[in-house]
């Protein structure tokens, strides 16, 4: 299935605009990725378990968008949008929302 940030794919005309799609994937981090974190934003450099865990979270998110748009018959996605927040009680979780427009093309 094609996917895109853009509202139009060169050479590939819409025919039907199915709806919008939407994936949405929330992890909590655990306390060692926490701990190990916490240690890098001291010492500087990158988190190498948070980076992974988000990966995993855009992953999850991006399988369910596509998942729904296969569901109403979409050969492609655009407009593709994604978005990153921490949620939970004191930051605890990570949520990776995208969502698009599912379609047909001619």
Do not use: C, H, W
């Amino acid at each position: 299935m094609l996917k895109t940030t853009t509202s139009v794919v060169e050479g590939r005309p819409v025919q039907d605009y199915l709806g919008v799609v939407v994936g949405e994937a929330i992890l909590g981090a655990n306390i060692f990725k926490d701990l190990f974190g916490a240690i890098r934003d001291v010492v500087g450099g990158r988190s190498g378990a948070y980076e992974q865990e988000m990966g995993k979270a855009r992953d999850i998110a991006f399988e369910e968008m596509e998942a729904k748009a296969r569901a109403m018959g979409a050969d492609g996605i655009i407009g593709i949008d994604i978005d990153y927040e921490v949620v939970g009680q004191n930051g605890s979780m990570m949520m990776v929302s995208v969502s698009g427009t599912a379609v047909k093309f001619k």
